[in-house]
């Protein structure tokens, strides 16, 4: 038989049946897409053949928490090895727009989103419109009302928006109680029991831990756990790198417990110690800094470059700049005793990879979504470039923290675990062998390494040789295919 296109020769890692070996693998592509036709020991015939001997050919990465809802960053990431990203942690509504907007604008990657707690509470608490965009919040995040009390009835409005996005096929629904640290605990698990009902899961960014905040309505951590106790909901804990910082091992002990006891509470992070985020975040308050080890210095206005002089500079950008990206300075990666926190984040068990992208931000020069390369004006956080190259290069090849087959596992099957109750679709990615979508990855383990700095912020990773996304080759020999949008959408309760 001969097949459209046959990779030759490589290092075949497939998380799910452990085969890492040498071998072919062939693709088909039909008018609704492309499978894995074969992977086999002995030389498949091809119309297209790619050699790959001395690579590695694994499954397409799989971001669990990407806010690059545009075609400028998701071609970062597929540099980076991601075919399939996901707006997860915050999420959009409602999710029809965004599904909408994505397939006609066309994608270089597969996309998908959940529904959004945070836009539901800012239409119905301060009457601001939803679109379906991220921005809808991260441009309202300094919005007072929104962060108050609710009524019972306007929890129950709420709830009433976020259940007509998943039957519009939401992949759960995303909770940043983070930014909104004096809600009711009763809200979180209400919304808790409506992913439960559902059998949705919610992806959470957590409110304070209680070492940060005496004074909390609940530790960040224990609400997480107590939700997946008391309703059966599966609770995704997004970045506990960034949430926990030195309080990491506390909460993973937590997380272990309840596991033990039954609950479906799963985990992500990313291996950098500078998160970031709208200037607006309450937790970014400069009377609050303290809590997290850090001053006003710390955060750095990311269209400027300027890091905050003092709490007069934060609190002026915080009232006239709401919506402005900060990068925030947390954990000092030169700090081996900060780089040692990171590691254990990783490897925590199950733990996947997830970026927290976000899409660039073009300073001054006019926008222009199939632009590239990018301009040099455009900047955003060196994870949107990098997350998935820097595990490889740190916690593979520089430490040993991981073996490269549980690396590949944390960056494809693990994710695709995590989100396959919701989306059956997702039992066909995140695996390469026969059946599974033509999402591919080959790279080179002795040199692929993240380029994205601080300073050179949306510089793509090198050493990820082919890319393809639904048997389209998006990254060939290393360099981007700028026609290649195949990227398809994902979505819960079907494909």
């Not at 707690?117 to 965009?133: D, E, F, K, M, Y």
């Not at 269209?303 to 950008?317: H, I, Y």
Request: proline residues 6%.
């Amino acid at each position: 038989m001969t097949h459209d296109l046959v990779l030759r020769g490589g290092r075949v890692i497939d998380p799910e049946s452990g085969t890492d070996a040498v071998r072919d693998v062939a693709i088909d592509r039909t008018a609704d897409g492309a499978t894995v036709a074969a992977v086999s020991a002995d030389e498949l015939d091809g119309r297209e053949v790619l050699d790959v001997r001395g690579l590695v050919v694994a499954p397409g990465f799989i971001d669990l928490h990407s806010h690059c809802d545009d075609i400028p960053g998701q071609r970062l990431q597929v540099l980076d090895g991601v075919t399939t990203a996901f707006e997860l942690e915050a999420g959009v509504h409602p999710v029809g727009a965004a599904y909408a907007r994505a397939a006609a604008e066309g994608r270089p990657i597969n996309y998908g989103f959940s529904t959004c707690w945070a836009a539901a509470r800012l239409n119905v608490l301060a009457g601001v419109p939803t679109t379906g965009s991220a921005h809808d919040v991260i441009g309202n995040m300094g919005v007072p009302e929104w962060q108050r009390e609710a009524s019972r009835e306007q929890v129950e409005r709420m709830l009433a928006l976020l259940e007509a996005d998943l039957a519009e096929g939401a992949l759960g629904i995303g909770i940043l109680v983070g930014y909104a640290p004096r809600v009711a605990p009763d809200e979180y698990v209400a919304v808790a029991g409506l992913a439960a009902r559902h059998g949705m899961p919610t992806y959470t960014h957590a409110r304070e831990l209680v070492e940060q905040d005496p004074d909390t309505p609940i530790d960040g951590a224990e609400e997480i756990v107590r939700a997946a106790g008391e309703t059966g909901a599966h609770m995704h804990y997004c970045h506990v790198n960034s949430t926990s910082l030195r309080h990491v091992d506390r909460v993973h002990a937590l997380v272990e417990r309840a596991r033990a006891n039954g609950a479906t509470i799963t985990t992500e992070a990313y291996p950098y110690g500078t998160g970031m985020t709208g200037i607006g975040a309450a937790f970014l308050a400069p009377e609050l800094l303290h809590r997290r080890d850090i001053g006003p210095s710390a955060i750095q206005h990311l269209a400027t470059g300027r890091r905050m002089a003092d709490e007069a500079e934060l609190r002026r950008m915080r009232s006239t700049n709401e919506g402005d990206w900060v990068l925030v300075h947390l954990l000092d990666e030169s700090d081996p005793s900060a780089r040692a926190v990171l590691q254990r984040a990783l490897v925590f068990p199950d733990t996947a990879v997830a970026s927290d992208a976000a899409s660039p931000i073009w300073r001054t020069t006019p926008f222009d979504p199939m632009r590239w390369p990018l301009p040099p004006d455009a900047v955003t956080h060196p994870r949107t470039a990098g997350t998935f190259a820097r595990t490889l290069r740190v916690l593979v090849r520089e430490t040993g923290a991981l073996s490269l087959p549980e690396a590949v596992r944390r960056a494809s099957l693990v994710p695709a675990q995590i989100v396959a109750a919701v989306a059956p679709a997702m039992a066909r990615k995140g695996r390469l062998r026969p059946g599974a979508d033509a999402d591919v990855v080959v790279f080179d383990p002795d040199t692929v390494a993240d380029q994205a700095t601080y300073t050179d912020t949306t510089r793509p990773s090198t050493g990820f040789r082919h890319v393809l996304v639904n048997g389209r080759t998006v990254v060939r020999d290393g360099e981007l295919d700028v026609t290649a949008l195949p990227g398809r959408p994902v979505r819960g309760g079907g494909s």
